[in-house]
């Protein structure tokens, strides 16, 4: 079989076998085309209508990530930022940055509210930032557009196998390497999005809390309402 030279070269500069890939509708399951709606056996009660069954079906969860900011205030910095990395092992997670008064922890997001409630016992909080964003539509977009640009790159490897002249396969080798750039892109994206859904990041800042205890100056007379009188204070003059 041979593809004309109008073919390879519509592939080439054509219009993009990616806006193909971002255009084309993904194909339905076999599921969906195979099965048909069975027929009640006869003396069955009444069957629920489809309005009902759909009512009944539970919508799916959102894909959410979770980060929290905390600023708090410790007497001791160094310890602190060991009970953080401590923590998030103990919530099978992992450590992501720490400096001096700074610490970052990924959690899996069913440990998050756990770890942030364990994290504000460290100190006194000054500060709490806790973001939820909903990423469902960037996810599910990305899984469509990955399918249609793994359909079309099939389609041109089909095509270069069977192409007879060298122009044809020059122009389909260029968009076929187009195709697999934008497609490890893609893959990279949803990858980034997989791991920030499944693990939650949390960075705690921590500032040293004064243990400093104010003291009057000057001699304590050995009389209580002497000293309040401000009289200590005249035998420093």
Known sequence: MRISSSEAQDLATGSGAMDLAKAAPPAPPPA???????????????????????????????????????????????ASLGKVEALARELRGFLA??????????????????????????????????????????????????????????????LLEKATKIEESIALERELGRVAGELERLEGRLKYLRDRIAFSTLTVSFQPRSTEAITP???????????RLGLSRLLTL
């Open 32 to 78: 969906a085309t195979a099965m048909k709606p069975a027929t009640p056996p006869a003396g069955a009660g009444p069957q629920p209508s489809p309005e009902a069954a759909a009512a009944g079906t539970e919508a799916p969860a959102p894909l959410l990530v979770y980060t929290a900011q905390i600023a708090m205030a410790v007497f001791e910095v160094g």
């Open 97 to 158: 940055r720490r400096d001096d008064r700074t610490i970052t922890i990924r959690v899996p997001a069913a440990r998050f509210d756990e770890a942030l409630k364990r994290l504000e016992g460290l100190g006194d909080v000054l500060q709490r930032n806790v973001v939820a964003e909903d990423v469902t539509e960037e996810f599910l977009d990305l899984e469509v557009r990955i399918r249609n640009a793994r359909a079309v790159r099939d389609r041109m490897e089909k």
């Open 217 to 227: 100056s000057g001699p304590r007379l050995p009389i209580d309402w002497l000293d």
